[in-house]
């Protein structure tokens, strides 16, 4: 199926409540609930690789419900050879994957190799004000996590226009999840870019990814998944403007 065969045989494999998780904050990492969700996140990596990825069995050991397969993949990425290898854990119910787990050996090089295949990131700049640090020296966690909040807007008004005249009056978009790397300190004064890139989009959420720099120095590396909601609260479609982007 990663090297665009027919994903009829995948489909089969899996079970109707089955999740798949892969480690890290890289375009492909994320946790997917629901075969549905499974098959669209199979699709989207293959689709980053260009169809390219492929696949050589190294081993495999299996115990209950349990199977471990090493693998050594390839894939085109960016225009770049990447290379690496992973130990994949399956969980079996009833004849069907019901779970799995894809744990590459050599992790910051997968995160590396393919976060180059991250779409044109916007950058957003904010200078620390002596408000934002009022707790302490430095800038607090949680005014870090405003910092991302205002970036994302703003990325958001570059590809798509105000928020509120984009999803329309009968919806809104609301965090599904945070997670937060953080790296260095931030003081007053500082000047702090934070790059947006927006890794995946869905047919209700979109999976956000930040990197903060002061002076070419990371501070905080974050990733954020947005949940599209209708008026009672419930998951409702993105805007088919907002979906013809995902990829």
């Given amino acids: 199926m990663y090297a665009d065969g027919e994903e009829a045989a995948v489909d089969e494999l899996l079970a109707d409540d089955v999740t798949w998780h892969?480690?890290?904050?890289?375009?492909?990492?994320?946790?997917?609930?629901?075969?549905?969700?499974?098959?669209?996140?199979?699709?989207?990596?293959?689709?980053?690789?260009?169809?390219?990825?492929?696949?050589?069995?190294?081993?495999?050991?299996?115990?209950?419900?349990?199977?471990?397969?090493?693998?050594?993949?390839?894939?085109r990425v960016a225009e770049g050879d990447v290379f690496w290898r992973t130990a994949d854990v399956?969980?079996?119910?009833?004849?069907?994957?019901?779970?799995?787990?894809?744990?590459?050996?050599?992790?910051?090089?997968?995160?590396?190799?393919?976060?180059?295949?991250?779409?044109?990131?916007?950058?957003?700049?904010?200078?620390?004000?002596?408000?934002?640090?009022?707790?302490?020296?430095?800038l607090g966690h949680p005014r870090f996590l405003e910092f991302f909040e205002a970036a994302f807007i703003e990325c958001w008004r570059d590809r798509f226009?105000?928020?509120?005249?984009?999803?329309?009056?009968?919806r809104s978009l609301t965090v599904g999840a945070v997670n937060v790397n953080y790296i260095g300190g931030v003081c007053c004064d500082d000047e702090i870019q934070i790059s947006v890139s927006l890794d995946r989009i869905t047919k209700r959420s979109i999976t956000v990814h930040y990197e903060a720099v002061v002076d070419a120095r990371t501070v905080a590396e974050a990733t954020s998944r947005y949940v599209c909601l209708d008026r009672t609260g419930n998951p409702a479609p993105l805007p088919d403007a907002i979906t013809a982007h995902r990829r």
């Fill in 90 to 138: 399956y969980r079996v119910a009833n004849g069907k994957i019901a779970e799995a787990w894809s744990v590459p050996l050599d992790h910051q090089y997968v995160e590396e190799a393919w976060a180059a295949a991250r779409p044109r990131p916007f950058v957003y700049a904010q200078r620390v004000r002596p408000q934002d640090c009022a707790a302490s020296t430095m």
């Fill in 22 to 75: 892969v480690p890290g904050r890289s375009p492909i990492a994320g946790d997917f609930s629901g075969r549905a969700a499974v098959l669209r996140y199979l699709r989207f990596r293959r689709s980053l690789a260009g169809e390219t990825m492929e696949t050589t069995e190294r081993g495999q050991s299996h115990h209950g419900d349990g199977v471990i397969r090493l693998a050594d993949r390839h894939a």
């Fill in 161 to 170: 226009g105000r928020i509120d005249a984009s999803l329309g009056d009968e």
